[in-house]
């Protein structure tokens, strides 16, 4: 049987796309896995990464380390990489998918002449250009690895198209689109109450998302609309912050998170999902997260702004929802108080279909492909 390492720096089993990747592959091939936390995929080997503890002296050599561009040096050092290579850096795979550029040259020195295909997530060159800091400190690192490992890449897959135009314009690159789409689920859109319109917003509590302007368009809609947000509190002092606005509004709550697998089914029941993120950073632009898919697999009428590229496109084809061209919370109040049940219902049917198409066992067929291809 071939032997395929994946490498991610993160908690495998609550990293969607990764967790996909490793649950699929590990029906055809021998699969070792690298990250923070394991996948807990039955036969799936996993060795752990750890961080080495840093004083606050050595956090400042460090800062002074990225912009003297000294950029080995401080890859090498990130992680217990010496450790890690002491265990597997023996042993021999066929194949080695690396997750997002940073794990590419720890990927390219575990390959040893086997075939590297990297999933490059988003666009790691401006990842979260909307911070000062980030673009002081980190942003020439990651243009730095994209432009030594990139090329050294067998194959190269990513989000969405824009995110693969990005890279073919910078990098002379071509990667293949695979998307975010999640488990096909089976279930049939609900009813809808014209008196009580409920919207669903999920996800993580990120302050770059400005969540908050979501509840700002509630203040303009009528009584028949109420927002639920339901929200992973990972940045505590923004969750507060919410949760503040929140209780100043009768028609937004905050309601608790539920596990990966329970978010289709609990949100189900309600008629619209929220999705109008403002584009700080390109990522946001050519974004198309789990949440969208969920959503259209939960079977609800999608609310989308004018970008995300990707989710207007696509909610324009299936006419499973309704694009607005602005960003102003008034403006899209205005719009939405304009639909009826009957109109939010057929939105809800378009999804189903949408959802029946646009699923994780197409794209795990297309990665299978490509991995297939590249070790045949």
């Given at each position: 049987m071939k032997k395929i390492l994946i490498i991610s720096f993160s908690d495998l089993e609550n990293d969607p796309r990764v967790y996909r990747q490793i649950k699929y592959l590990s029906r055809f091939y021998q699969v070792t896995?690298?990250?923070?936390?394991?996948a807990k995929v039955d036969g799936v080997a996993f060795q752990i990464l750890t961080t080495p503890p840093r004083s606050r002296l050595q956090r400042v050599k460090r800062a002074v380390e990225y912009k003297l561009h000294r950029f080995e040096k401080l890859y090498w050092s990130l992680y217990n990489f010496n450790c890690l290579l002491g265990r597997i850096g023996g042993e021999r795979f066929d194949l080695v998918l690396a997750n997002d550029v940073d794990s590419l040259p720890l990927a390219s020195r575990l390959a040893q002449g086997a075939k590297v295909l990297l999933d490059t997530h988003e666009y790691a060159p401006r990842h979260f250009e909307d911070q000062f800091v980030w673009r002081?400190?980190?942003?020439?690192?990651?243009?730095?690895?994209?432009?030594?490992?990139?090329k050294q890449c067998d194959r190269i897959i990513t989000v969405t198209a824009g995110v693969a135009q990005e890279y073919n314009k910078n990098y002379g690159i071509d990667p293949v689109v695979i998307t975010n789409a999640v488990d096909y689920v089976e279930m049939?859109?609900?009813?809808?109450?014209?008196?009580?319109?409920?919207?669903?917003?999920?996800?993580?509590?990120?302050?770059?998302?400005?969540?908050?302007s979501m509840m700002e368009i509630m203040d303009h809609m009528d009584s028949r609309f109420h927002l639920d947000m339901m929200l992973v509190s990972s940045f505590p002092r923004y969750y507060s912050k919410l949760q503040r606005l929140a209780e100043k509004r009768s028609n937004v709550t905050i309601i608790p998170p539920v596990t990966r697998e329970q978010i289709v089914p609990v949100t189900n029941p309600y008629d619209l999902s929220l999705l109008v993120f403002r584009p700080y950073t390109i990522n946001f632009k050519y974004g198309l997260g789990n949440k969208f898919f969920q959503s259209l697999q939960a079977r609800l009428g999608l609310v989308t702004g004018p970008s995300p590229e990707p989710q207007a496109e696509i909610v324009?084809?299936?006419?499973?929802?309704?694009?607005v061209d602005t960003f102003e919370p008034r403006e899209i109040a205005k719009v939405l108080n304009t639909l009826t049940a009957d109109r939010i219902m057929e939105y809800k049917k378009k999804a189903d279909t949408a959802a029946r198409e646009l699923t994780a066992e197409k794209n795990m067929e297309q990665l299978g492909d490509i991995v297939k291809q590249m070790l045949s």
């Open positions: 896995t690298i990250g923070f936390e394991p002081f400190f980190f942003q020439p690192f990651n243009r730095y690895l994209c432009s030594k490992y990139l049939s859109p609900t009813p809808v109450d014209n008196e009580r319109i409920r919207i669903i917003t999920h996800g993580v509590a990120n302050p770059n998302r400005r969540l908050e324009s084809k299936y006419g499973c929802g309704i694009v």
